[in-house]
């Protein structure tokens, strides 16, 4: 014969126990609300539809093994619940609840004797510290060319912006665009005749959708960022009137935009927004209708899209600035317009706990009213914008956050506009 050898335990009758080794997984993954579970096995619960209760054996011996475990992550949405059937658990009687609620949890109990009964010896609740895997590439689009329009252009994994796709929405400027599900991206609000709350959905080969009807107040000059697993946040932006707003708006894993959520921090617009830490997001810089009506004031979002209070800034106050995540977990803010000295080229590190660096001496062309998206993996682009006229040149941000000379752009020239990324395949 041939196989492994495995120690096994004698139990007090003299059967043979299972080890921890040994314990039979072969039953189907349990999606049912009743279980009835036996000594020498293991069970994977599925609670996604429903909550289950699991009978544990109405007989047992010293040494008797159960494993249960979290098989899709949701017991904290649906428990389970022991049932000790005439048995103690851990020294009480079978009229107790035993509940186990915990994400990711698996319980390891042994009999003991009559006296204690079941005994956890172990019921961990193992971690899922995952991100999405990063964008690789990159779309520009809409903006301002004299009129509105609403042409793209994408940008390959090595930042090549290709030239202009024809426009599929509604043409239109001061819009903001965000990426979500980890692999597609969205362009909403704006104002074209008027302000709308229009989205269009990119999905993950670059193809941009019709008009879809939007959520939430209509509005131009806002931001957005990533936050969360595949989730994304408009936020902030002005209305038809001319009044600032601080409400933002969720965005879901399938591109559905929330309705407006009462914002936290100075209302203003044209700030710069990108994700940071790999699971939470930046608002930074921007205009308010204060006195100076000019901040470098930052909002943190939070890995469940909740925007924080305001924090004082760093750096050279500006708006019409622009934002991306490089280096798989920052944010560089660069270019801009000041209130005194017109358009900068200057650049803001944001660390990867949010913190946003000093002023850095830009490389560029200086112009302001430009767009921003990751590619690559951990790089970033900032494309078009405005300088002595509508500018299509492109600068490239390499994974240490370093912003590389003007390289002559492609497509349309143009500024207002906004830009995402997309696509997890180089």
Not at 165 to 175: F, L, P, Q
Not at 402 to 407: E, T, Y
Request: charged residues 10%; proline residues 1%.
């Amino acid at each position: 014969m041939s196989g492994t050898i495995v120690n096994n335990v004698a139990r007090a009758s003299g059967t043979i126990a299972a080890t921890p080794g040994g314990l039979d997984w072969s039953a189907a993954v349990v999606t049912a609300s009743t279980v009835t579970v036996e000594a020498g096995k293991g069970y994977f619960i599925n609670t996604t539809s429903n909550a289950c209760t699991i009978t544990l054996p109405a007989s047992a011996e010293i040494g008797d093994q159960i494993v249960i475990a979290d098989y899709a992550r949701t017991w904290a949405t649906n428990a389970v619940t022991l049932d000790s059937n005439g048995l103690n658990f851990q020294g009480n009687d079978d009229t107790y609840t035993v509940n186990y609620e915990t994400v990711g949890q698996s319980l390891n109990i042994v009999f003991s004797d009559s006296t204690q009964g079941w005994l956890p010896v172990s019921d961990d609740a193992v971690g899922f510290d995952h991100r999405d895997p990063p964008t690789q590439r990159a779309i520009f689009g809409f903006g301002n060319t004299g009129s509105a329009t609403g042409v793209t252009n994408l940008v390959n994994s090595s930042g090549v912006i290709a030239s202009d796709v024809s426009a599929v929405g509604t043409a239109r400027i001061d819009i903001a665009a965000v990426g979500y599900g980890g692999d597609k991206a969205v362009f909403a609000y704006g104002t074209a005749s008027d302000h709308v709350n229009t989205r269009n959905l990119v999905n993950n080969s670059g193809v941009v959708a019709s008009d879809a009807s939007g959520a939430g107040t209509a509005r131009r000059d806002l931001a957005a960022s990533s936050y969360g697993s595949g989730l994304a946040i408009f936020a902030y932006g002005r209305t038809g009137g001319g009044n600032e707003l601080s409400m933002s708006n969720l965005v879901n894993s399938s591109g559905v935009i929330g309705s407006d959520v009462t914002g936290v921090g100075t209302a203003r617009t044209n700030m710069g927004a990108a994700g940071y830490g790999g699971d939470k997001g930046i608002f930074a810089y921007g205009q308010d209708g204060g006195d100076p009506y000019v901040q470098s004031m930052s909002n943190l979002v939070s890995n469940v899209g909740v925007i924080g209070s305001d924090v004082t800034g760093v750096g050279t106050a500006r708006f019409n600035i622009s934002a991306a995540s490089y280096g798989g977990d920052k944010v560089v803010f660069a270019f801009g317009l000041t209130a005194s000295a017109g358009g900068v080229n200057t650049k803001n590190l944001c660390s990867n706990i949010g913190v946003i660096g000093s002023d850095v001496t830009g490389v560029g062309t200086v112009r302001y009213s430009l767009a921003a998206a990751s590619y690559g993996g951990d790089k970033a682009v900032f494309a078009y914008g405005q300088a002595d006229n509508k500018s299509s040149l492109k600068n490239l941000v390499s994974n240490t956050g370093v912003v590389a000379a003007d390289v002559s752009g492609v497509g349309t020239a143009r500024s207002r506009l906004a830009a995402a990324g997309y696509s997890q395949s180089a």
